[in-house]
């Protein structure tokens, strides 16, 4: 049974910086790729970043290139997001989810999800 645990999130100035990790277990971790998500109240769950199974391939939506990083420690079956620079619209509960295809974006298991507040 896959289970993907994140864990970082909490609250912080707007400015600030956060790094969020996920670990997973109950797969070949790195015969997947990995992504992050947010959902923020009142609004759709959002792709934020991702990266392929060799951590060379990453992709991050636009309004957070620049200041937030994805990366992958394979031997520790971790993917992180290290959060530069946040903003009170990056306030959201944080996801991570895998994919067995980094292009074709078929995202199945999901994390149970942790809190990011970025206060003004």
């Known amino acids: 049974q896959v289970q993907l645990v994140e864990s970082g999130g909490g609250l912080v100035q707007s400015g600030g910086s956060l790094r969020l990790a996920c670990v997973a277990s109950?797969?070949?971790?790195?015969?997947?790729?990995m992504g992050w998500f947010r959902h923020a109240p009142g609004k759709e769950r959002e792709f934020v970043a991702k990266?392929?199974?060799?951590?060379?391939?990453?992709n991050y939506r636009e309004s957070v290139k620049g200041r937030f990083t994805i990366s992958r420690e394979n031997d520790k079956n971790t993917v992180y997001l290290q959060m530069n620079s946040l903003n009170t619209e990056d306030t959201a509960v944080y996801y991570c989810?895998?994919?067995?295809?980094?292009?074709?974006?078929?995202?199945?298991?999901w994390g149970q999800g942790t809190q990011v507040t970025v206060s003004s």
């Open positions: 109950g797969l070949a971790f790195d015969n997947y790729a």
């Open positions: 989810a895998t994919s067995r295809n980094y292009l074709r974006n078929d995202w199945n298991d």
């Open positions: 990266i392929g199974r060799s951590g060379f391939d990453r």
